[in-house]
């Protein structure tokens, strides 16, 4: 069996007496498109923020293709406070901050958005490729790298032009519309080289013909650049539509796990975003 | 016994100062609390309550021109806020931060015009700044009037704000800005009487601190000042009770660091322990965490 | 086009050197017109005017153009109509007064000539920009100069600019902190304070070392290094300072930073005046009696290599990571920045030059003293960065050079009581320049909060295009 790309077990975040995540466990597989679904304060961007090292989980561990890269247990004060599960399954710390999750080849993007809003679209683009420098500070300050710097100027104009940018790119970031700024968040995030990329509601505040677009422009970028992908979303057309297989959480539990179809007909699903029928 | 006999004088001047440095970290806490805002300016706005002080007993008896000093003090603390912060409301963290610099470069250079650069002879207040003899040592009341008047004016301020409607309002703004402000909250009126309330203790502090000293320079305020803040950050910045222990301790230890003969670090004492507080515990004694939202 | 191009640069370049052999040859010595006018008439009769040609002469043999000068005009001028100078004499005195301008302008026209002649080989305009760049450095620091020659190297234009170049260089790298990386730093006192001091110990020559250090028996240094290498140390301890101060205060958020920062600076200065320290920085004495500079070329080079250097880091990927954290954190971060690593490198850079501009106002003052690093200093740095914009570095050499020319220069009348006839003009005496100036500074704070360039760089392309898009309206 290949490994997984990314592997959760038995995540849990925990803030003071709230508990967010509960011992979330779940994987993604190479090529795969997975979507992770819930109402809203369900726990998911807490979940995507324990992958990408915003927040150390409180418990739980979190692999890439094998290779554990968090890893967390109950101390502290946590210790008594703790209401989650698996209290005693892990032992080992490992709280890597999110520029180490970004340099192994996990790329996300922002709920709201978070774009440089100084710079222009193409400099939010070439700041990304700094992460795969090979210049150090000497070299870079005497500009003795101009081989690498215009490498980087081409490689972030043809991510631009992958996502239909390059009109844009000697335009202030925050003056994009909305659509084409999810769009440069995402070339953004493809200039770090990722192998999995994360997108947190991507198609958030889109008409439903953007967020048509949306899901095939995510399926054009995921063959281009081979990527697994992981993703928030609320647009059920768009999880539809692209996910291989989904994950459903309500109040930072698991709840359901399968096919697109199988999901929309669980009828724990639709209790959790329904309500309870009398 | 001895022992006690030497150091006493120290620590009863430790108290003394701790108590005037408490008054002031009051108006620095409570204006973090409210606005995020290191009130730069109010170190100076507690020289500024000297030297009127000092002008005004010139002309008018004491009874008359201490409680004016008090009134300009509020007022000039009013105005402050009205010029150089409140147009600022909606501009980065960083713009409000640099104004409070350029108010306190103002201020100390308005001193140094008015005053010639010169220093000026503090009034003496009657009672307070006469001597008094305790255990052996000579000190002035003032020494033993300034904690229990700062206990008594604590105890006030935090009836006032755990109990009246206008207290509710300051803490409901300082715990959620846009909220309060969604709820219908005056915040202008609310971050105006915040710093009404720190001006008035400044004044009050001003006159206990002087009261100690013979002359008032335009910079004489600087320095305790930012000890006053350091305080407030040893407490727990937001934190009144924080901000009143913060500053006795750092009286204390810095006047007993002057008794065993390390005069020139006292004041470093007080940074050093500022950069060891803010790396260990950054929220401070009593300080509440608060957690980013990504 | 081309060949006329090639032509007249080679001839400029005949005529500069023309004229630098011509000079040359003249400005050898001003004896020649002293003989001369003795031979005129005139022995002098009044002692004064002999004492004033005696140190003509023997200032001449020591190469003190200035005072050469200055005794000889006096000589000149003692005779008042009694003597007409000769054509020759004028001629010799003029190439020996004006010489050295005369060789910075042959300097500038073959640097002109040269520029003209790559503008003419190169069809494909590579070497355009830097032709064009080096032109105008050339011009710039020939100017200073001239400037100098014309009006001497102790007057208050110069005093501006020389304070001014070396404020200009801490402002940049203050700037690079706090308006480049975001990060509210207020410890560069502190670190200039560093710099400052490390110069100073470092380069107090050996036979005036038991003077300075009267009341620590000379010293525990006992050697002097060369000032540019001392400039540099001086440089590498702020940042190496810099860098044991960065590890803890580095992880807090702004205003925490801000004051820790100014925490540092405040403890940093009480161990220099500690007098335990006593024999390395002489505890709360003065340092005097080390190296320093006479012409402002010298604060114009090492500021100017400084700042060119802190403007190449900004235009270069750690530059714009450096604006990324400014930007967001947390997006920077995601993007694999390593906020840690690099708030560090920028801290430690800006501590290296905030070191060297301090050694450079060390030079400037000639002499040092802890206690006159106080925070006001950093406050008055930050209020110049402020007023020529966060993250404008042509923003900051602008404002710095206003700041220092309005202070020093051009409010100083605001500090003398004036009377207009019998009424004595109200408000003016000692102080109301600075308040008057503090008063300038809140209005810009307060009305003008992006400064003088926002975070714009001031550049000749922008401003041409400027200039055109005015003509285009015009003829609308």
Known sequence: ?278 | MDFIQANLPYLLAGISVGGQYALISIGYTMVYGILRLINFAHGDIFTVAAFFAVYLSATMPLIVSLPLTVVLTVVLGFVVERVAYAPLREAPRMSIMISAIGVSYLLQNLMWYITGGLAKQYVTIPWISSSVTLWGTTTKMVTLVTPVLTIILVVVLVQLINHTKIGMAMRAVSKDFETAKLMGIKIDAVISITFVIGSFLAAVGSMLYFSNYTAVTPLAGAMPGLKAFVAAVFGGIGSIPGAVVGAFIIGISENLLKAVGLTAFSDAFTFALLIFVLVFKPTGLFGEATTDKV | MKAFKIILSLLLVASAVALIVFVGGALGNPDDVIARLDADNLAATDSKLQKARDRALESAQAGDREKTLRNIDRYVEGFGDQLELGGQNRLDLFFYRHGPSLIAVSIVVIVAAAALLVSALDSRGRYRKAAIYALLIVLLYAGIYIVENLAGASSMLMTVLKKGAIYALIAVSLNLLNGFTGLFSLGQAGFMLIGAYTYAIFTIATENRAQVYQYYNGGLVQFSLPPLVALVLAGLAAAFFASLVGLPVLRLKSDYLAIATLGFAEIIRAIFQYDGLGPLTNGSNLLRKFATFDSALFPFAVAGVCIALIAMLIHSTYGRAFKAIRDDEVAAEAMGINLFRHKQMAFVISSFFAGVGGALLAMFQTTVQASAFKSSMTYELLLIVVIGGMGSITGSVLASFLFIASSEWWLRFLDNTQMIGDFQVPLLRSGFRMVVFSAIIMVVVLFYRRGIMGDKEFSLKRLSQRFRRKGESRNA
Do not use: W
Request: glycine share 6%; hydrophobic share 40%.
């Open chain 1, 1 to 278: 069996m290949p490994e997984h790309i990314l592997q959760l077990k038995d995540i849990t975040m925990q803030f003071g007496g709230v508990v967010a995540v509960d011992s979330l466990s779940l994987y993604v597989d190479e090529g795969e498109i997975v979507a992770l679904i819930g109402p809203n304060g369900a726990g998911k961007t807490t979940a995507f923020n324990c992958v990408t090292g915003v927040y150390k989980p409180t418990n739980g561990q979190v692999s890439y293709r094998g290779k554990l890269i968090v890893s967390n247990h109950p101390q502290g004060k946590m210790k008594t406070l703790y209401a989650g599960s698996d209290k005693d399954k892990y032992t080992q710390v490992l709280e890597p901050t999110p520029d180490k999750i970004t340099a192994l080849g996990i790329a996300r993007t922002f709920q709201n958005i978070r774009l440089f809003k100084t710079q222009t679209v193409f400099e939010n683009v070439l700041i990304a490729m700094h992460l795969h420098r090979t210049s150090n500070l000497f070299t870079a300050t005497l500009h003795l790298n101009s081989k690498e710097e215009k490498q980087h100027h081409q490689r972030a104009l043809e991510l631009l032009e992958a996502v239909n940018l390059l009109d844009q790119k000697d335009e202030l970031a925050t003056s994009l519309p909305y659509g084409m700024q999810r769009r440069l968040e995402i070339a953004r995030a493809l200039a770090t080289k990722p192998q999995l990329l994360l997108l947190d509601e991507p198609a958030a505040g889109m008409n439903p013909q953007e967020t048509d677009t949306l899901s095939a422009f995510i399926l054009d970028i995921k063959q281009q650049f081979k990527l697994s992908v992981f993703l928030i979303e609320h647009h059920m057309d768009l999880v539809m539509d692209i996910s291989d297989r989904i994950y459903v959480i309500d109040f930072g539990k698991l709840i359901a796990h399968g096919t697109p179809a199988e999901v929309q007909d669980n009828p724990d699903v639709i209790r959790a975003y329904l309500g309870v029928e009398e």
